[in-house]
């Protein structure tokens, strides 16, 4: 455990929805904090107004609380906090580590365009370093031209700083020109934002992705220059696809709004996210989350990127899934299925909600084993409530068998289930064998096509429970219904 007093912040940028590489970085700060006793800060960076999107705060804020990411300071906005940053940035005009621009956006158009065609990178050439603008001045005429605040980087030299992961980074200063920290609209940059929370804050670890660390040498540069301490930066590692290229929704990768409509645990999520780019340190897979916390570490997060592999959280969520009661496992089922079937759910004239209510308790014991999704429940459940099974004919006969064997083999079902009183799964199995052997068939070749009449599938639960849970009545009209197909 580390011995200081841990804080730390999820500072996303409410532009758009929350990836997985932030919700990755979101749970990373979160375990942190609860593995040392310490704090979670959620501070929302909204100081880009013309990219600010309420609906995307708002998911965030959701996301965070359907992963039972609990916070507990914020959410602070950077949007509320404009004065101290603009007080700040003045600080360091005063201090000649900064100065103000008032180069034009034609000015940087055409610098640019002069760099390409002399092949040079394009970058800022330090021109307004000598314009001595002074505070008067931008005052009488910020609201007439833009002007910016830029960071006075130095002209030569190595800028280091410890990265908790990599160890020892450096960059050469000569590769980073002068950067803006308060723009013309008297919002700062991310780049002065972070630092002045951060430390206002007393933020102790920056656990944020890797794409960060080519921008930490400016952070670092303004932490010299107000002569604050550095926090100890933690730069995770990339999430790849599995054909290793930069992971998109092509990968299977949504946001984590998308994946609780899908079907989604989230204990599932946070398992599975926790391991891309930290290992436990043992060969531990599914772990709650108390088991997750304890374990967690920064010297356990690894250096080289992570893979997400779909199908691995797939089957991630299908243990969650069976690891529930019966009845907490119904609920979320119930909460799927009542949905309109129009919209993926059960609810029709037909199938009513009490209908519901009333069956799906007794039916989750029999899907519970196929759910990889609660979004799943839908298409597994189906046939116990309605009867149109679209059955094709050849489905109904395996193979080395002729239609009137078939035939023949679901009418003596039929027999059989009229002269039944008793009506259970060990029974039925009993009786429904015998039945085979009478009539000279496998079990097999007698159970398969009575599956398809019931279900209209090949894959469904044990057959006699699926028997009984569909009622002797419906079963016997399947059949029916079933040798019908077979006589087209």
Same mark, same amino acid.
């Given at each position: 455990m580390v011995k200081e007093n841990v804080r730390v912040? &999820?500072? *996303?940028?409410p532009t758009g929805n929350l990836h997985i590489g932030g919700v990755r970085t979101a749970i990373f700060n979160w375990l942190f904090a609860k593995a040392n006793n310490g704090k979670f800060i959620l501070r929302i960076?909204?100081?880009?107004? #013309?990219?600010?999107?309420?609906?995307?705060?708002e998911s965030i804020i959701s996301s965070l609380n359907w992963l039972n990411?609990?916070?507990?300071?914020?959410?602070?906005?950077?949007?509320?906090?404009? @004065?101290?940053?603009?007080?700040?940035?003045?600080?360091?005009?005063?201090?000649?580590?900064?100065?103000?621009?008032?180069?034009?956006?034609?000015?940087?158009?055409?610098?640019?365009?002069?760099?390409?065609?002399?092949?040079? *990178?394009?970058?800022?050439? #330090?021109?307004?370093?000598?314009?001595?603008? +002074?505070?008067?001045?931008?005052e009488a005429n910020k609201d007439k031209k833009p002007i910016v605040i830029r960071f006075k980087v130095p002209d030569g030299g190595i800028k280091p700083f410890i990265d908790e992961v990599r160890g020892k980074v450096? &960059?050469?200063?000569?590769?980073?020109?002068? @950067?803006?920290?308060?723009?013309?609209d008297g919002m700062p940059t991310y780049h002065l934002a972070h630092v002045v929370d951060d430390h206002e804050m007393k933020i102790t670890h920056v656990i944020r992705g890797e794409e960060w660390i080519s921008s930490t040498p400016r952070h670092v540069l303004i932490h010299d220059a107000l002569e604050w301490d550095y926090p100890k930066y933690v730069h995770v590692s990339l999430i790849l696809g599995k054909d290793k290229s930069k992971l998109s929704k092509r990968h299977g990768a949504e946001s984590a709004l998308d994946y609780k409509e899908k079907g989604y645990l989230p204990e599932a999520i946070l398992n599975f996210l926790a391991l891309l780019g930290w290992s436990p340190g043992d060969n531990s897979e599914i772990m709650d989350v108390k088991e997750i916390i304890n374990k967690f570490s920064i010297d356990r997060i690894l250096g080289h990127p992570a893979v997400f592999d779909p199908e691995k959280l797939e089957w991630m969520n299908g243990s969650y899934i069976r690891n529930l009661g019966d009845?907490?496992?119904?609920?979320?089922?119930?909460?799927?299925?009542k949905k309109p079937k129009s919209d993926g759910g059960l609810l029709s004239h037909t199938v009513t909600s009490e209908i519901l209510d009333k069956k799906i308790l007794e039916l989750t014991p029999l899907v519970r084993e196929r759910l990889k999704k609660i979004s799943d429940s839908s298409f597994l459940l189906d046939y116990f409530f309605y009867d149109n099974l679209n059955i094709e004919k050849e489905s109904l006969i395996p193979k080395k068998m002729e239609a009137e064997q078939i035939i023949n083999g679901l009418k +003596?079902?039929?027999?059989?289930? #009229?002269?039944?009183?008793?009506f259970d799964?060990? &029974?039925?199995?009993?009786? @429904?064998?015998?039945?085979?052997e009478k009539l000279e068939l496998k079990a097999g070749q007698l159970f398969f096509p009575i599956r398809i009449s019931l279900t209209g599938r090949k894959e469904s639960p044990p057959l006699f429970d699926t028997m009984c849970a569909i009622g002797k009545e419906n079963s016997i009209n399947r059949l029916y219904s079933a040798i019908s197909i077979l006589k087209t």
């Open positions: 912040r &999820f500072a *996303p940028s960076e909204d100081t880009d107004q #013309n990219r600010y999107d309420e609906n995307s705060e990411l609990d916070w507990d300071e914020g959410p602070i906005r950077q949007s509320e906090r404009k @004065f101290i940053y603009g007080e700040i940035a003045k600080k360091l005009v005063d201090t000649g580590w900064a100065y103000y621009d008032d180069t034009s956006s034609e000015e940087l158009e055409e610098l640019r365009n002069q760099q390409i065609r002399e092949k040079k *990178p394009p970058r800022y050439d #330090n021109r307004g370093r000598y314009k001595e603008i +002074s505070h008067e001045h931008y450096e &960059f050469d200063l000569k590769e980073i020109d002068d @950067f803006v920290i308060l723009k013309s009845k907490e496992l119904s609920i979320k089922i119930l909460e799927e299925v +003596s079902s039929i027999d059989l289930l #009229n002269t039944l009183e008793k799964p060990e &029974f039925l199995e009993e009786q @429904f064998r015998n039945l085979a």
